[in-house]
């Protein structure tokens, strides 16, 4: 168990419509990235907060967005889903953020599966 | 930029034989590079990380890997396959002044028993 917790584990919806996807990161940790995992674009990363602020962005769309609490738990959005938005997305934190961040080990989430149908 | 290539979709390995997993990468500076194993329904996995230093690190489950800064290369290597070593590999790099970790697009090990 890495210590990163995500919900939901799976998420079905209709195209068109907006979810919320949650991630509790490990206790101490205060960097929370987000990850796209699909068959044909790999693993993409998409967004990383640290202590409440943005501090990177990836391949993130428009219509996705994120947020990271004062109690440290992240949130992505998804709007106006898309077929092609079906994937696996994973959170994970880590400690450290400058250049320490960079040695750093990322702890992953078991990651939520979205099918947008 | 950063860039992880992994050239081979899947690498397969009879069990009790060596395996290598291959990964080069390109990075501005000096790579912090990571090496990550994903089994099935399961997040990725930290397995070993090269920062400084012995260019051959060793990891966890008996994997290791070699820095080879001239080739710009970071294979993962086991002197002995497990069945329980089939999964998902993942190499990746950090550079010093970034704040991305860019993945490669994995590699599945397959160990025939």
């Known amino acids: 168990d890495s210590g990163v917790t995500q919900t939901p584990k799976h998420l079905i919806t209709a195209t068109g419509q907006r979810v919320t996807l949650r991630c509790s990161p490990r206790s101490g940790d205060l960097s929370v990235y987000w990850y796209q995992q699909s068959l044909d674009q790999g693993l993409q990363f998409l967004i990383q907060?640290?202590?409440?602020?943005?501090?990177a962005k990836g391949n993130i769309l428009e219509r996705f967005s994120a947020q990271q609490f004062p109690d440290l738990h992240s949130e992505l959005n998804l709007s106006s889903l898309e077929l092609g938005d079906s994937a696996l997305y994973f959170c994970?934190?880590?400690?450290?953020?400058?250049?320490?961040?960079?040695?750093?080990?990322?702890?992953f989430g078991a990651g939520t599966r979205l099918s947008v149908l | 930029a950063q860039s992880v290539a992994q050239p081979e979709d899947q690498v397969n390995v009879a069990e009790g034989n060596p395996l290598t997993v291959k990964c080069t990468y390109s990075?501005?500076?000096?790579?912090?590079l990571f090496w990550y194993v994903q089994y099935p329904n399961r997040g990725l996995q930290f397995l070993l990380k090269?920062?400084?230093?012995?260019?051959l690190v060793k990891g966890s489950y008996g994997f290791e890997a070699e820095f080879n800064k001239s080739q710009t290369s970071f294979h993962l290597k086991k002197p002995s396959a497990l069945v329980s070593d089939s999964a998902l590999y993942f190499c990746a790099v950090r550079d010093a002044m970034g704040f991305k970790t860019i993945f490669g697009a994995g590699t599945r090990l397959f160990v025939k028993a």
């Open positions: 907060y640290y202590n409440g602020e943005e501090r």
């Open positions: 994970a934190s880590s400690e450290f953020s400058g250049l320490a961040e960079a040695k750093n080990i990322q702890y």
């Open positions: 990075v501005s500076g000096n790579p912090y």
């Open positions: 090269y920062i400084t230093g012995d260019n």
